[in-house]
Nanobody, 121 residues
Framework: QVQLVESGGGLVLAGGSLGLSCLASGRDLGHYDMAWFRQVPGKEREFVAAITWNGRDREYGASAKGRFTISRDNAKNMGYLQMNSLKPEDTAVYYC??????????????WGQGTQVTVSS
């Protein structure tokens, strides 16, 4: 079992930046691919970004390309999502996810509880 806890959400003005963190416990995160998803009430969950277990490969959803950066520090069992040039449409609950060999399938089995990001105009 892997427990994931997100932090760093909050309220930010459009054009601003916010950094999210994901702390893993229970297992060595270094074995797991990680990803960030987001969801707005009433809408489907949206893929934001993913990173392989060794940090070698990264993938971004269309809305995140050029503005968001996913990273990880396996020594600290941490994952990160740096979000720049935020827009009101980025407002959502952001979830951290982890899974073995999940990078290409986007199918993750461990999920955090989510952190709210609100971007005001």
């Amino acid at each position: 079992q892997v427990q994931l806890v997100e932090s760093g959400g909050g309220l930010v003005l459009a054009g601003g930046s916010l950094g999210l963190s994901c702390l893993a416990s229970g297992r060595d995160l270094g074995h797991y691919d990680m990803a960030w998803f987001r969801q707005v009430p009433g809408k489907e969950r949206e893929f934001v970004a993913a990173i392989t277990w060794n940090g070698r490969d990264r993938e971004y959803g269309a809305s995140a390309k050029g503005r968001f950066t996913i990273s990880r520090d396996n020594a600290k069992n941490m994952g990160y999502l740096q979000m720049n040039s935020l827009k009101p449409e980025d407002t959502a609950v952001y979830y951290c996810a982890a899974g073995l060999t999940s990078y290409r399938s986007h199918e993750y089995i461990y999920w955090g509880q989510g952190t709210q990001v609100t971007v005001s105009s």
